[in-house]
């Protein structure tokens, strides 16, 4: 794993509308000691080069995107001039649309399972890796009694961007399952849930939360990449509370 930890700017999604506002968000992560960056909820403000030297400029490696499912299906040139432009080589899907799996159907679900396994090889091709976003969905099951997520790992030819907080709420065991993916995980999003009084629970900063943070970076090195994500962050400043997770983790572990 790459020790230098990242934010995952989907966080950070409403201070980065503009130009400026962009800036002005990645020079306050920067100071915070961040040295990567996952391009998730960034609006297409700008042309990518001009992010990419933004970037450089703050000494910030993008490290992976996540790009909407219409672009691997129908828009791969435009995603890898993308992707080449920002100097990035792993390319993320934050999920399926509803249509492939709502109904719990085998047949949709591996059309898209095909649909991202033809992408995977078109973008292999030009140096650029395919990695799958969970959430909690992809864990119910199918009409054959299998899950989503059995379905991707055993048809799908593609690596993963493993997020611990889904897996936990799906009430899946993170470095079990981390462990098990082995190198078929790209990257970790790492985000730590808050258990609340009315037996709810929502995202928080990493550290202040249930998850086992000692357990979870022990099993973490074959991944290529850490990225901090904090979904919703209540009364926090998300800026802030990216900070502070940034501050949990290389205060505790070799993270820089």
């Known amino acids: 794993m790459d020790k230098r930890i990242g934010a995952q700017l989907y966080t950070v999604r409403d201070f980065v509308k503009t130009e400026e506002d962009f800036i002005a968000t990645m020079t306050r992560l920067a100071e915070f000691g961040y040295k ?13 080069e001009r992010f990419r030297e933004i970037c450089d400029g703050l000494g910030i490696e993008i490290a992976c995107t996540h790009r909407s499912f219409g672009e691997y299906e129908n828009g791969l040139d435009e995603l890898i001039k993308y992707h ?50 969970n959430h909690a969905f992809e864990f119910a099951k199918l009409e054959n009694g299998q899950t989503l997520f059995d379905r991707i790992l055993e048809k799908g030819n593609f690596k993963f ?28 999003h790492y985000k730590d849930m808050k258990v609340n009084v009315n037996n709810t629970v929502t995202y928080t900063d990493v550290g202040s939360g249930t998850l086992d943070w000692d357990a979870i970076v022990a099993v973490s090195d074959k991944a290529r990449w850490a990225m901090v994500e904090e979904d919703l962050c209540g009364d926090d400043n998300p800026i802030d509370a990216l900070g502070k997770s940034y501050k949990f983790l290389t205060s505790n572990y070799d993270f820089i």
């Open 36 to 48: 990567s960056a996952q391009f998730s909820g960034v609006p297409d403000i700008l042309p990518p």
């Open 84 to 133: 080449k432009a920002l100097k990035c080589d792993i390319a993320g899907l934050g999920g399926l649309p509803g249509i492939y799996y709502n109904t719990g159907s085998v047949e949709e679900a591996d059309k898209a399972i095909n649909i991202l396994n033809g992408a995977t090889e078109r973008l292999a091709a030009e140096g650029i890796e395919f990695a799958y976003h």
């Open 161 to 188: 961007v493993l997020d611990v907080y889904w897996l936990s709420f799906a009430g899946k065991n993170p470095v079990k399952i981390i462990t098990e993916l082995g190198d078929r995980v790209s990257v970790l």
